[in-house]
């Protein structure tokens, strides 16, 4: 077969059985492309994790409508250490069909221990590469050696150089791959060997992105010394201290053809930051230009020129991977908070090609998200695709660790990048490991942060959804599934204005060893705002210089925590589409979002709205029905403008997850 998936898929044909039962111990129905398969061959399934929580879905959801004659095709996945659907309960095991698919399966001659711990996305190539080159049975080693070749593009042996050894790391962060470690072990192993990268902090900048940027940052100023001593006249280079963070030579070759290729996209992203320099006019004629801070304003307009460009090439695809997505809404959200910062200094022409570009990609994420959305809450919750895996991931986390899971209610992500440039001029020292998650649909507090919280999706807390009562006990709750206790678990939530002494009082308790807080000042700003995004932006920006994130994070790293940020959604400037006179039929009445307890009534205000959106019910209890207002409109007055969330759009959906540390020292 051409493609793995189809050994899967085959096995999948509609009205054979109302009910299978899948032994997947390597979670291969959770890759995007077979969910989307199993989906689109009219499957639902449910992964069998929990108990009672498997239990609530089976019953509302599909034993009720069996009861009623209603066929449906469900999947139920046990995900196990072996192939034995024993574990299932017996009514189960009694009616269903009963199948097993497994990593051994796909790729026979491989180790199974380097395999599984790939991203299933990565398997296409490892496939292909199979097919194509018919290894034999390989060892552990050489699977490594095979899968870095053949699905990442890299040749260990081959690196023999720096200017080798950069290539491969850019073109590896700069596209965000995700690369398990035990072949990063084995890549690191491998150059270990050539003297030449002896000094390098290979365990540091091979797994780590943000390390290695951190990395090439540092020593952008001494490459930019040596260009100036060698090619002008008179100048000499100085012999500074630099006070690197990262170990390694100081001189980097940034103008080799396979480096330079990468350094315009990456001070364009925002990815390395321009500097100052005191020969900058001169350095302005060379090629190096990008990353020297010449004319704020001139170097603004250049790299919004550049983003435009790069973006608009780059806009992900209907079938992309949802990580795709993810690094394109940094990019967005990098080119938003430029244009903001520049005000009135935006070019018409370039206003023009952000209200083309904006439409561009309304119109594909919008289109992505009706593909791909569904199948986002079952992927694997390490790392975290939606904020309701957050949770799961940090449970990995606390062992001799303690934890604080930080929500800052409705922060975007292009107000998160104006948040982190102020506290990097207040705490210089702190690094920030910076990656977005999925929120939930629709875009709101009492379903997205309570599925944060929950660490489940919306469709298990159905008698909460509307409000946000319950947060705190499925807090707790989740973590003594864990195996923690009550005094071990702190939340307090109305953080921003003060509330310092709150933190200090929790974290003073000695038993404590995970605490959830939210901080809603951003949100508070929204409710209230008057000047559209701009506004957001410039309090977001005199909030953040007051100083309580600054001191919130010294706190909680003083007292040695582990600090996660993120939110529960963004939000965007809307324009009323007008306002649906339902009376009192809908549940809940958002700016951009309507609640409907049933298709008939959402149907009749639907007919009025034709431009809006039927959300279905994607993880979401049955008698919750979400219509979303069009585009970039809100269910408000015509004309009439608001920043405001329950939407669709990259702003609303995509969330920054960040892990706050102090740099190594």
């Given at each position: 077969m051409a493609n793995w998936r189809e050994q899967i898929l085959k096995e999948f044909t509609s009205q054979v059985a109302r009910l299978t039962l899948v032994a997947d111990p390597d979670g291969l129905l959770l890759e995007e492309g077979v969910l989307q398969g199993i989906r689109e061959r009219g499957f639902e399934l449910i992964p069998f994790e929990d108990h009672v929580a498997f239990r609530f879905a089976y019953e509302s959801k599909f034993r009720?409508?069996?009861?009623?004659?209603?066929?449906?095709?469900?999947?139920?996945?046990?995900?196990?250490?072996?192939?034995?659907?024993?574990?299932?309960?017996?009514?189960?095991?009694?009616?269903?069909?009963?199948?097993?698919?497994?990593?051994?399966?796909?790729?026979?001659?491989?180790?199974?221990?380097?395999?599984?711990?790939?991203?299933?996305?990565?398997?296409?190539?490892?496939?292909?590469?199979?097919?194509?080159?018919?290894?034999?049975?390989?060892?552990?080693?050489?699977?490594?050696?095979?899968?870095?070749?053949?699905?990442?593009?890299?040749?260990?042996?081959?690196?023999?150089?720096?200017?080798?050894?950069?290539?491969?790391?850019?073109?590896?962060?700069?596209?965000?791959?995700?690369?398990?470690?035990?072949?990063?072990?084995?890549?690191?192993?491998?150059?270990?060997?050539?003297?030449?990268?002896?000094?390098w902090p290979l365990e540091k900048i091979v797994?780590?992105?943000?390390?290695?940027?951190?990395?090439?940052?540092?020593?952008?100023?001494?490459?930019?010394?040596?260009?100036?001593?060698?090619?002008?006249?008179?100048?000499?280079?100085?012999?500074a201290s630099f006070g690197l963070e990262y170990s390694g030579p100081s001189d980097l070759p940034f103008e080799h053809d396979d480096v330079r290729v990468y350094i315009d996209n990456l001070f364009l992203e925002g990815l390395l930051e321009a500097i100052p320099h005191k020969n900058s006019e001169a350095l302005s004629k060379k090629w190096v230009a990008v990353g020297v801070c010449i004319d704020p304003e001139k170097d603004r307009l250049r790299r919004m020129e550049g983003l435009l460009q790069s973006m608009k090439a780059t806009i992900p695809s209907t079938d992309?991977?949802?990580?795709?997505?993810?690094?394109?809404?940094y990019r967005w959200a990098e080119f938003m908070a430029l244009s903001i910062d520049a005000g009135s200094g935006v070019t018409a022409k370039i206003k023009r090609q952000t209200e083309e570009l904006c439409s561009d990609v309304d119109t594909a994420f919008l289109s992505w998200v009706g593909k791909r959305y569904a199948g986002l809450h079952n992927q694997p919750a390490v790392p975290p695709v939606m904020l309701h895996h957050v949770p799961r991931a940090l449970a990995?986390?606390?062992?001799?660790?303690?934890?604080?899971?930080?929500?800052?209610?409705?922060?975007?992500?292009?107000?998160?990048?104006?948040?982190?440039?102020?506290?990097?001029?207040?705490?210089?020292?702190?690094?920030?490991?910076?990656?977005?998650?999925?929120?939930w649909m629709p875009t709101i507090t009492s379903v997205s942060r309570q599925a944060a919280f929950a660490g489940k999706a919306p469709l298990y807390f159905p008698s909460s959804i509307q409000h946000t009562g319950k947060e705190e006990a499925h807090w707790t709750q989740f973590w003594l599934d864990q195996g923690l206790t009550q005094q071990e678990v702190a939340y307090a939530k109305g953080l921003g204005d003060g509330g310092?002494?709150?933190?200090?009082?929790?974290?003073?308790?000695?038993?404590?060893?995970?605490?959830?807080?939210i901080i809603d000042k951003v949100d508070k700003i929204m409710h209230?705002?008057?000047?559209?995004?701009?506004?957001?932006?410039?309090?977001?920006?005199?909030?953040?210089?007051?100083?309580?994130?600054?001191?919130?994070?010294?706190?909680?790293?003083?007292?040695?925590?582990q600090i996660f940020l993120t939110s529960d959604h963004g939000n965007i400037?809307?324009?009323?589409?007008?306002?649906?006179?339902?009376?009192?039929?809908?549940?809940?009445?958002?700016?951009?979002?309507?609640?409907?307890?049933?298709?008939?009534?959402?149907?009749?205000?639907?007919?009025?709205?034709?431009?809006?959106?039927?959300?279905?019910?994607?993880?979401?209890?049955?008698?919750?029905?979400?219509?979303?207002?069009?585009?970039?409109?809100?269910?408000?007055?015509?004309?009439d403008?608001?920043?405001?969330?329950?939407?669709?759009?990259?702003?609303?959906?995509?969330?920054?997850?960040?892990?706050?540390k102090q740099r190594d020292s």
């Open positions: 009720s409508r069996w009861d009623r004659g209603e066929h449906t095709d469900l999947v139920v996945v046990l995900r196990s250490e072996s192939s034995n659907l024993n574990n299932l309960p017996y009514d189960l095991l009694e009616a269903g069909r009963k199948l097993s698919f497994s990593i051994g399966e796909l790729f026979p001659n491989l180790s199974y221990p380097v395999v599984a711990a790939m991203d299933r996305n990565d398997f296409d190539a490892l496939y292909r590469a199979q097919v194509q080159h018919n290894p034999g049975t390989l060892g552990d080693n050489m699977t490594k050696e095979f899968v870095l070749r053949h699905v990442f593009e890299i040749a260990p042996e081959l690196i023999k150089q720096p200017s080798d050894l950069l290539r491969v790391l850019l073109r590896r962060h700069y596209r965000g791959l995700s690369i398990p470690m035990i072949l990063d072990e084995r890549f690191i192993e491998v150059l270990r060997q050539n003297d030449l990268f002896e000094d797994p780590d992105r943000d390390a290695f940027f951190v990395f090439l940052q540092e020593r952008w100023p001494v490459f930019l010394n040596r260009i100036a001593a060698r090619d002008m006249e008179g100048v000499k280079e100085e012999e992309a991977r949802h990580n795709e997505w993810l690094l394109f809404a990995r986390n606390v062992g001799q660790n303690k934890i604080a899971f930080l929500v800052v209610d409705g922060l975007a992500l292009d107000q998160w990048i104006v948040m982190r440039k102020v506290l990097h001029e207040q705490h210089p020292t702190i690094r920030f490991n910076e990656s977005a998650i999925f929120a310092l002494d709150t933190v200090k009082e929790i974290i003073s308790h000695p038993k404590v060893r995970v605490i959830g807080l209230g705002m008057e000047l559209g995004t701009p506004g957001m932006h410039n309090q977001i920006r005199q909030w953040t210089e007051q100083g309580f994130l600054a001191n919130l994070f010294d706190l909680l790293l003083k007292h040695e925590y400037e809307a324009e009323g589409c007008g306002s649906p006179k339902e009376g009192a039929i809908a549940e809940m009445r958002g700016q951009r979002v309507r609640i409907y307890p049933d298709e008939l009534l959402r149907s009749q205000v639907k007919d009025r709205f034709s431009d809006s959106i039927e959300w279905p019910a994607v993880g979401l209890p049955d008698d919750f029905l979400p219509l979303l207002a069009p585009n970039r409109k809100a269910f408000i007055k015509e004309e403008k608001i920043v405001g969330h329950g939407g669709i759009s990259i702003e609303e959906l995509v969330v920054p997850f960040v892990h706050i």
